[in-house]
Every structure is written in C-alpha cells, then in structure tokens.
C-alpha cells in the first residue's frame, strides 16, 4: 500500500509539473532556462522511482534501467540546451533497455526480422526529410536504438512492453512535429505520452520483477556479466 501511494503521489506531481511546463513552453518563449528546469524535474520522478527499486534489490538489471534513467533526465533537461549532447544520451539509454530486455528472454528470430524491417522503412522516410546530414545520422542512429527497444519489448513483462509502445508512439509523433508545425496539443500528447511511457517502466522497476527475470541461466539478472 505503501508503494502504491507513492506512486499515486509522483504521478499526480508530474502531471501539475508538466501542465506547467507546457504553458512556459508556449506562453513565454523566452524563458528556457526554466523550460529546462522544469522539464529536467519531470523526468527526476521515475528517476527516483528507478533508484528505490535498485536501493531495494540492489541487482545488476535495476542498475542497468537505472544508468538508462539518468541518461534520460539528463537528456531531458539539456535538450533544448545542447541536443547533440541529448540525443548521445537518449541513444545510449536505449542501448541499455535493449540490454536490460535481454534479461528476461532470448531474442526470437522474428523479431530481429520485424526490427530490421521497421528500421530500415523509417530510415527511408528520414532520407526524404529536408533537414541537414548531421541530423539524418543522428535521427538513423536514434531510430536504431528505438526500434531495437520496441521490437524486444515482446515477450518481456506487460508493463515494460507496453511502456516501450507507448516510448515509440511519443517518437513517433514527436518527429512528426519536427517535420511539420508543431501546435500546443500534438506537443502536448508527443511529451505526454513520453512520460506515460517512462513512468510504467520505472514504476514496474519499483515494484520489482520477481521470478519473471529468470526464464533461463542466459537471462537470469544473477548472472554476473553485463
């Protein structure tokens, strides 16, 4: 009980947190520093979420979505500040969800085949998108690490494949805005959605994974390698 009223707590927080941010974003566009500010703080609750449930278990894979959680506060907070240096850290964060993905099950066959697929479908269209070469190499290695994190989300407990869905979707939408004029309310569903996402993954991390890590000696987070 007491876990869920913690939840219950930074979820409610967040979601004043980020109506705030969303009015400073598009009432006062001059301020952002406190934009950044504000959006850092977002994504420092399932941060924290993430740290309890590491401090709790202390294994290797809570440590791993734990490194992958910092990556994005700090992303979070420094991308409208300095984007290449965001985008490193969102790429190396889902580099690491993929790994943690690894913990519950071996990849099938079909799903490198699906994420083949998509990735290479989605690179096409970035090819077509008027923006310079260093962010087309950018957005191909993002689109890497994204593919990757939904395609082994399958198979992996619901919450965390779900959040995964839920990451690609607020992707999704967010290049859409990149591409086209971007409005209060498709920002508002692209961030939105992305915090939804990172808050069923690290809520998951809180509670715990129990028996599920362990479908095999390969995936067992006892095992002792990274």
């Known amino acids: ?25 598009f009432a006062h566009h001059e301020w952002r520093v406190l934009e950044a500010v504000l ?41 409208n500040l ?8 969102y790429f190396v964060a889902h580099c690491i969800f993929v790994r943690c993905y690894f913990y519950f099950r071996k990849p099938k066959f079909w799903q490198f085949v ?39 989300s399958f198979g992996i407990p619901k919450q965390l494949m779900i959040g995964s869905i839920i990451f690609f979707v607020s992707d999704i939408l967010m290049l859409r805005n990149f591409i086209y004029s971007e409005t209060v309310v498709s920002h508002f569903f692209s961030l939105g959605s992305y915090y939804v996402a990172v808050m069923l993954i690290a809520v998951k991390i ?6 599920e890590v362990c479908e095999s000696k390969w995936n067992c987070h006892k095992v002792i390698f990274i």
């Open 1 to 25: 009980m007491k876990k869920h009223c913690v939840v219950i707590t930074f979820s409610i927080i967040l979601f004043v947190l980020f109506l705030v941010h969303e009015y400073f974003l």
């Open 39 to 79: 959006k850092g703080s977002l994504s420092l609750f399932p941060f924290i979420l993430c740290f309890l449930g590491w401090k709790e278990d202390k294994s290797r894979l809570s440590l791993l979505f734990l490194i992958a959680f910092c990556l994005c506060l700090i992303g979070d907070a420094v991308i």
């Open 82 to 89: 300095f984007m290449v240096f965001s985008a490193v850290c």
């Open 114 to 152: 699906v994420w083949i697929v998509v990735f290479a479908c989605i690179c096409i269209f970035i090819q077509f998108v008027k923006v310079s070469s260093l962010l087309k190499i950018f957005g191909v290695l993002y689109t890497f690490a994204m593919t990757a994190m939904v395609m082994f």
């Open 206 to 211: 809180f509670f715990g994974f129990g028996e």
